[in-house]
């Protein structure tokens, strides 16, 4: 059954570094997402992007954020300079195959911001 | 604006009995998607059921189903027969719409024990 993943698993950081969370989503999927979820808190939405462009992006989805689709098979959130407050799991997400109406959620990446 | 709110932070039930998690939600649009998450201690994000807000039947999935009301704006999620593996915080999330490229808004969860 295809699957959602994300590298890596665990990232430990140190404030003001900047990190890349790679995921590579469901391969025939055409929206991308990106959420995170503080410890022990509700999952929240960061950004959505289909067609090679951001459709949507919260609040949390500020100028230090960023996302990209290098190729054609990976989606990755880049923090540019990291904040205690950084510290998630973050949740990689896809869909859009005929049919389904389900995002499919990768495992995460929980990151830790030191 | 949309908001989920799920008022049971836990719950309990005895293993092979039948548990009702609750879920509400808020939202001006007529076109809405509702969906029902597991994450176990694990951490993944486990689709289970999906809800259209123009489906006239409730949506089941083996020994899930949502109990939809649309005009009370509930969409409890019922587990029958619970098993061990149940154990796990449920999230209820709500998408704008019928586009499948809509994000999801998820209320807080409630983290259900299931007890031998």
């Known amino acids: 059954e295809p699957e959602v993943t994300q590298t890596p698993s665990h990232q430990v950081t140190q404030m003001g570094q900047e990190v890349i969370l790679r995921c590579v989503p469901i391969?025939?999927?055409?929206?991308f997402y990106w959420y995170r979820q503080i410890l022990g808190q509700k999952v929240e939405f960061l950004v959505s992007f289909y067609n090679n462009e951001i459709s949507e992006k919260s609040e949390i989805f500020d100028d230090q954020f960023s996302v990209e689709r290098p190729d054609g098979s990976n989606f990755t959130l880049k923090i540019r300079s990291t904040k205690l407050e950084d510290s998630a799991m973050y949740f990689c997400a896809s869909s859009g195959a005929s049919g389904y109406n389900e995002q499919f959620f990768g495992p995460g990446t929980r990151l830790t911001v030191l | 604006a949309q908001k989920i709110t799920q008022t049971q932070p836990g719950m309990f039930v005895q293993e092979k009995e039948a548990v009702t998690l609750d879920c509400t939600y808020d939202t001006s649009d007529p076109s809405y998607g509702l969906f029902w998450y597991k994450q176990p201690s694990s951490g993944e994000m486990i689709f289970l059921i999906y809800q259209g807000s123009y489906d006239q039947q409730n949506a089941t999935e083996g020994r899930y189903s949502l109990n939809f009301q649309k005009a009370r704006k509930s969409a409890n999620l019922v587990i029958s027969a619970s098993q061990l593996g149940d154990s796990a915080m449920y999230f209820c999330a709500m998408r704008k719409g019928n586009n499948q490229g809509g994000k999801l808004i998820f209320g807080q969860g409630t983290e259900l024990s299931v007890k031998p």
């Open positions: 391969s025939n999927h055409l929206y």
